[in-house]
Each structure stands twice: as C-alpha cells, then as structure tokens.
C-alpha cells in the first residue's frame, strides 16, 4: 500500500515539475518576444521619449551586431541615439516606424533566438524620405532574470528585378 501512495507522488511531482518547467519556457519566450518588440518600438518611439536607456537596456555590453554587412556595437548605437538626440533638438523632423513581422523564437536554456523580418520607415514631415526591409537573427541571453541581444545580424531585402 505505501508503495502505490510513493508511486503517486512521484508521478504527481514530475507532472508538477513539467508543468512548472514548460510555464517557465512560456513566460521566457514571451520575454524574448516582447525583448525584440522593444527594440524595434524604442527606435520609433524614440523622437517622443528620447530615453537612450529604454533602448540601451536591451543589448548585452557585449553586443556585437552585423547590420547590412557594417559591424555594430552598443557603442555605435549609443553614439547613432546621441547624434539623433542632437539633430532632434535643433528641430529636425525626421522620425521612424518600425514593423516586425513574422516573428519566430526558440530557447535552449539561457540563450534564446528570434528570427524575423522588418520594414524601417523614415518621416519627414509626414511623407516618406526612405525604407528599409529585411530579415533579421538575433540572439539573446538570460542575464539574471532579464533577457538582452547580444547579437543581430539582419540583412536588407534585395530589390526585385
């Protein structure tokens, strides 16, 4: 007889335990999801909040970056978000809007991916100056209990012929 009530606790304990594991998953995919959403909305939003750290935040201090072939650092976009804060405060009216679609994500414990396709649109004074669309991979990483990128790499669509 105790050996049937051990047996039903295992079982009800490795269910828990599988319960609890795959909520976790859940909730960390939906924080890399959400991650990649902020970056790209941070950018957009940015001519309105104009807070650097908002964006910052989300890249490990050891990003590392390929952008259309160009290397780029957490540096260089501190430096791009400075040099935009300035253009911005002697009037410039440029802003972005950015578009993520497509959005797949995995996890292998703490290091997550996220595979997905951008459309980036300059606007000066309401009309169009310029867009860009790709594909994008970015890797991230628990760090504590927060996930960063610490690497993109996304590449522009080629123009149709």
């Known amino acids: 007889m105790h050996m049937r009530w051990l047996l039903l606790w295992i079982v009800l304990l490795a269910g828990a335990f599988g319960w609890s594991v795959s909520t976790w998953a859940g909730q960390d ?4 999801h959400r991650t990649i959403m ?3 909305a941070g950018t957009a939003t940015f001519s309105e909040s104009r807070d650097k750290q908002v ?3 989300l890249y490990a201090d050891d990003y590392a970056g390929i952008q ?3 290397p780029e650092t ?3 976009i501190d430096h791009w978000l400075s040099d935009y804060e300035s ?4 009037g410039n009216r440029l802003r972005f809007i950015g578009a993520v679609s497509n959005l797949r994500t995995g996890l292998e414990g703490a290091t997550a991916w996220a595979i997905y396709d951008y459309v980036f649109q300059a606007i000066r004074d309401g009309e ?5 669309s790709g ?3 970015s890797l991230l990483r628990k760090e504590q209990s927060v996930w960063r990128i610490f690497h993109d790499h996304c590449s522009k669509s080629k123009p149709a012929t």
């Open 29 to 32: 995919e939906e924080a890399v």
């Open 38 to 40: 902020q970056a790209v």
């Open 55 to 57: 964006i910052l935040m």
């Open 68 to 70: 259309d072939g160009q």
């Open 74 to 76: 957490k540096a260089a």
């Open 87 to 90: 253009e911005l405060k002697q």
């Open 128 to 132: 169009i100056e310029g867009q860009d």
């Open 135 to 137: 594909t994008c991979t």
